[in-house]
C-alpha cells in the first residue's frame, strides 16, 4: 500500500527563520498532495495542498512544491513567527478505487522568539 | 473555525462499553470522513460516507461501525471498547468525493478505563 514518510520528527528554528518539511510517497498514481497544521487541542487545519498537474503553489509565507519523477513534496515557510509552532502532516490522497488520505508522522515545529 | 461540527468534546468510558460519536459537516458537503489519531499510530483514516452512502474504507476495525443520515450527520459508533481504542476521533467532510479538500472538526477525545 502507500507509504508516506515525513522528515524531520522534529524541528526548531528561531523567529525570522525558513522552515522546510519533507514529505516522500511510493504510489506514482497519486495525484493530491494537502498540508495540515494542528495546533494543541485542536483538529487539523488544511494549509494549503498541491495538485500532480502543478509543480510549485504558494500562499502568503507558505509554498509547497512537488516532484512527481522523484515522489516526494515539501513545505516551505519562510520568515516563521512563533503562533507558527505546531505540528505539520503531509498527506497523499490515494485514488484507483481507494479514495482515502494518507497522513505522514507529522512534524513538530517550534518556532522560538 | 473549520464549519465541522463534533460532539461530545470528550467522553471516558469503561471497557466493553458501547459509545456514538458525532459528526456535523460544513454547510454544503456531502461527505463525511472519520479519523482516528492515537500517538503509536498517528491520523489513520476509518472510513468515508458520501450522500449517505459508504464510499471507501480504511483500517477500520469490526467493532467500529459509521453511518450518514439523510441530513447528511454522520455518526461512529464504537463497541466492546478496549484500553487501546483510547484515541483522538476526527470528523472532516467536503464538498465532493474523490480529491477534494478535507476541513476538519475540533474531534472527540476518547478515554476507556
Known amino acids: 500500500g502507500e507509504n508516506v514518510e515525513q522528515h524531520p520528527s522534529t524541528l526548531s528554528v528561531q523567529e525570522g527563520d525558513s522552515a522546510v518539511i519533507k514529505c516522500t510517497y511510493s504510489d506514482s498514481a497519486s495525484n493530491y498532495f494537502p498540508w495540515y497544521k494542528q495546533e494543541l487541542g485542536k483538529g487539523p487545519q488544511l494549509i494549503i495542498d498541491?495538485?500532480?498537474?502543478?509543480g510549485e503553489k504558494k500562499d502568503q509565507r507558505i509554498a509547497v512544491t512537488l516532484n512527481k519523477t522523484a515522489k516526494h513534496f515539501s513545505l516551505h515557510i519562510t520568515e516563521t513567527q512563533p503562533e507558527d509552532s505546531a505540528v505539520y502532516f503531509c498527506?497523499?490522497?490515494?485514488?484507483?478505487?481507494?479514495?482515502?488520505?494518507?497522513f505522514g508522522a507529522g512534524t513538530r515545529l517550534a518556532v522560538h522568539p | 473555525d473549520s464549519g465541522v461540527t463534533q460532539t461530545p468534546k470528550h467522553l471516558i468510558t469503561a471497557t466493553g462499553q458501547r459509545v456514538t460519536l458525532r459528526c456535523s459537516p460544513r454547510s454544503g458537503d456531502l461527505s463525511v470522513y472519520w479519523y482516528q489519531q492515537s500517538l503509536d499510530q498517528g491520523l489513520q483514516f476509518l472510513i468515508q460516507?458520501?450522500?449517505?452512502?459508504?464510499?471507501a474504507k480504511g483500517n477500520i476495525l469490526e467493532r467500529f461501525s459509521a453511518q450518514q443520515f439523510p441530513d447528511l450527520h454522520s455518526e461512529l459508533n464504537l463497541s466492546s471498547l478496549e484500553l487501546g481504542d483510547s484515541a483522538l476521533y476526527f470528523c472532516?467532510?467536503?464538498?465532493?468525493?474523490?480529491?477534494?479538500?478535507?476541513?476538519f472538526g475540533p474531534g472527540t477525545r476518547l478515554t476507556v478505563t
Open positions: 472532516a467532510s467536503s464538498a465532493g468525493t474523490g480529491r477534494s479538500e478535507q476541513y
Open positions: 460516507y458520501y450522500n449517505g452512502e459508504e464510499r
Open positions: 498527506a497523499v490522497f490515494l485514488s484507483g478505487g481507494y479514495n482515502k488520505l494518507i
Open positions: 498541491i495538485r500532480s498537474n502543478v
